[in-house]
């Protein structure tokens, strides 16, 4: 833990041995595999010998730490393995090996390995998440991100650093390997930057060290753990430290050494060569298992509010009411609930919640992909955690970052705004019309799309006390209270909301309109002109865009008649899901599906919507001609 003032000769030499070793598994665990990164594993390697031998690896309050260069994964898992965390043997054998724990890019359930990466430049911002943890906590635990020097050309890696600062994250210390090389050759000629100054301008402090001497990396790391200011540590490397022949060349930033190469480093490292052996071995199968540390997260969810027409109260309005009210039940029991947002507080309705909890509410500024990844580092500590935008910035902007909070496992609640074309006068810029089908891609998230104040509410609750990953998206406009036949509220006092239930709000026996949010009460509008007309048409909402409701479809697939509505991209909204199901119950009725067919007008939303002929009227006179 850094406790010494400085490392014993003893250390010293046990550093130096451990370290020959592991450059030896990692050439060999590369070799095998055919694939890897063995230059900058080489570079990085010292850099985690120190640390993960003198970090606080232990209890609840232990260090955090991110590999955010994941293609360094040779050399943290040798260099764990050395220290006795991983069985040697099994990660030389199974590296890169399918379905084996020790994949080619670092990945939680390694011990100490916090963050799965490999999309370079989101390291720190994971680190601010747990760093945050570590702040509200109070459990004097330290974050540590360790990154190559090429990803520091990205510039997610400026909106963490001024994150940081601004948070006033001393628990942070960043390590940047500085071996001046990547793919393409130095980082000089591939992209010029200046890392130390770059640090600096936003407020942080430097060390420089060689990051090949033990003592300098184990006084920088001590001197960064009671600094009061974030701290970078800037680590002189050179790429395959100790292999004459692989030293300061950038064709081993991802190329294995061939056979003649591997035969030449182990005898330059004076090791023997197990490559055989391993080939055999790797026929076999591991015995090592991933671990897992995450709390579990028990949230009061709280009384739905119950909303009337004559509120006049919006969807993104009932989201922020309902967030106020879980801090107001959480909070003050110990159970900490935080909201990130990117200076749009007004706009996504998290003013409230900032005011009351300010201490647990985070304003990133205009700085989309490092508040996305914060926040969701910040959600697998045992803290509910909201990230609230417009759905073009936080999940179109931020795709990439979710994804990789998705491949994380993470309890994020991402609730965007002004959704779909009825975001109308910002026009098609601001018109996200592809959330559904990008939500799609994502694994581990759950999309819903409510389609009132009550059905938000409801909706911003069960995802709140649900595990896992959701995206609850809300229009820009006021949306009307949906009301059953018997004059009462359909998603008021009763209601329950359930994950992939799909809502009857009109029966009908000719056809069916399946929708969802916005467009449910123009749905209802359409089948009223068609009812004059004499079709009797059901409106069904579709909250969860990407899940079809068995029981219901095996009624509605009974009809002879099935449109999808809505006003997000129609080949990529819930069209695929519908077609998908009628397809395997080979459905013999007619279906057309109506949606946007090319991004949208700038103006008010019905003439948008107009435009695109999604109107009420041209809707109406759409489905008679379908039904002649």
């Given at each position: ?7 014993t ?19 060999t665990?590369t070799?095998?595999a055919?694939?890897?990164h063995?230059?900058?594993?080489i ?14 690896l232990?209890?609840k ?7 955010s ?6 050399g943290?898992y ?12 099994e ?8 379905k ?9 359930g390694?011990?100490f390995?916090?963050w799965?990466t490999?999309?370079l ?16 906590k109070?459990d ?10 090429g990803?520091?050309?990205k510039?997610q890696?400026?909106?963490a650093?001024?994150?940081a ?7 942070i210390?960043?390590?940047v ?6 793919i ?5 000629k ?22 090949h ?14 600094n009061t200011?974030p ?12 292999i ?19 035969k ?12 055989d ?7 076999g ?5 991933p ?25 993104r ?31 996504v ?17 205009i ?13 697998t ?9 417009f ?8 795709y990439?970052q ?6 994380n ?7 965007i ?12 810029t ?12 994502l ?10 104040a ?9 995802a709140?006390?649900t ?10 406009n006021?949306w009307?209270v949906?009301?059953?036949?018997d ?7 009763g209601?329950?909301f359930e ?13 069916a ?13 359409i ?6 007309q004499g079709l ?29 509505y ?8 819930i ?8 397809l ?17 007008a ?19 006179k ?7």
């Amino acid at each position: 833990m850094f406790d010494n003032e400085r490392l014993t000769e003893k250390e010293l030499e046990n550093l130096k041995e451990l370290s020959r070793l592991a450059k030896g598994d990692i050439v060999t665990m590369t070799r095998l595999a055919g694939t890897g990164h063995p230059g900058g594993s080489i570079s990085s390697l010292d850099i985690y010998l120190v640390l993960f031998a003198y970090a606080n690896l232990n209890g609840k309050a232990r260090d955090r730490i991110v590999v955010s260069h994941g293609h360094t994964s040779p050399g943290a898992y040798a260099a764990l393995a050395r220290l006795g965390h991983l069985p040697v043997d099994e990660v030389n054998t199974f590296f890169r090996k399918a379905k084996s724990p020790f994949e080619g890019h670092v990945v939680k359930g390694i011990p100490f390995i916090d963050w799965s990466t490999g999309n370079l430049g989101q390291g720190l911002s994971a680190g601010c998440g747990f760093a945050l943890a570590s702040k509200m906590k109070k459990d004097n635990s330290q974050v540590y991100v360790l990154m190559g020097d090429g990803e520091q050309q990205k510039g997610q890696i400026g909106e963490a650093r001024r994150f940081a600062k601004k948070y006033g994250l001393s628990n942070i210390t960043a390590i940047v390997d500085y071996n001046k090389l990547q793919i393409s050759g130095s980082t000089e000629k591939v992209m010029p930057q200046n890392i130390i100054e770059n640090f600096l301008s936003d407020g942080w402090d430097i060390l420089e060290i060689n990051g090949h001497d033990y003592s300098e990396i184990y006084k920088a790391m001590k001197a960064a753990q009671v600094n009061t200011n974030p701290v970078c540590i800037v680590a002189n490397t050179v790429m395959g430290n100790g292999i004459s022949f692989m030293e300061n060349k950038e064709k081993y930033h991802g190329s294995p050494l061939n056979d003649a190469e591997y035969k030449e480093a182990m005898s330059i490292l004076g090791l023997e060569d197990k490559l055989d052996f391993y080939k055999e071995k790797r026929k076999g199968a591991w015995s090592w298992k991933p671990i897992s540390d995450e709390p579990l997260v028990t949230i009061d969810a709280g009384t739905p509010f119950t909303y009337k027409e004559e509120d006049k109260i919006d969807n993104r309005s009932a989201f922020g009411r309902a967030l106020k009210d879980m801090g107001d039940l959480n909070i003050s029991k110990g159970q900490p609930i935080c909201a990130f947002d990117c200076d749009l507080a007004s706009s996504v309705k998290t003013g409230d919640f900032a005011k009351a909890f300010p201490e647990y509410f985070f304003q990133g500024g205009i700085q989309e992909h490092n508040t996305a990844t914060a926040a969701g580092a910040l959600s697998t500590t045992g803290t509910l955690t909201f990230f609230a935008d417009f759905g073009v910035f936080g999940i179109d902007e931020t795709y990439n970052q979710q994804r990789l909070n998705d491949i994380n496992k993470t309890n994020l609640k991402v609730a965007i705004t002004h959704v779909g074309l009825d975001v109308g006068p910002d026009g098609k810029t601001h018109q996200c019309v592809d959330y559904i089908g990008l939500a799609r891609n994502l694994y581990n998230f759950k999309t819903i799309v409510p389609c009132d104040a009550n059905q938000t509410d409801r909706a911003v609750r069960y995802a709140a006390a649900t595990k896992g990953n959701f995206l609850v998206a809300m229009g820009r406009n006021r949306w009307p209270v949906i009301y059953n036949k018997d004059g009462k509220q359909f998603f008021g006092d009763g209601y329950t909301f359930e994950y992939g239930k799909m809502d009857i709000i009109e029966e009908g026996k000719d056809g069916a309109i399946i929708t969802y949010g916005g467009m449910v009460y123009r749905a209802q509008k359409i089948r009223e002109n068609l009812s004059a007309q004499g079709l009797s048409f059901a409106v069904v909402n579709m909250p969860c865009a990407n899940e079809t409701d068995e029981k219901v479809m095996a009624n509605l697939a009974k009809l002879p008649c099935i449109i999808t509505y809505e006003d997000h991209n129609r080949a990529t909204g819930i069209v695929p899901v519908i077609t998908g199901y009628l397809l395997k119950k080979k459905f013999k009725g007619k279906f057309d599906s109506f949606g946007a067919t090319q991004y949208g007008a700038s103006g008010d939303t019905d003439e948008v919507m107009e435009t695109q002929g999604l109107d009420v009227d041209t809707m109406t006179k759409a489905l008679l001609k379908m039904m002649e």
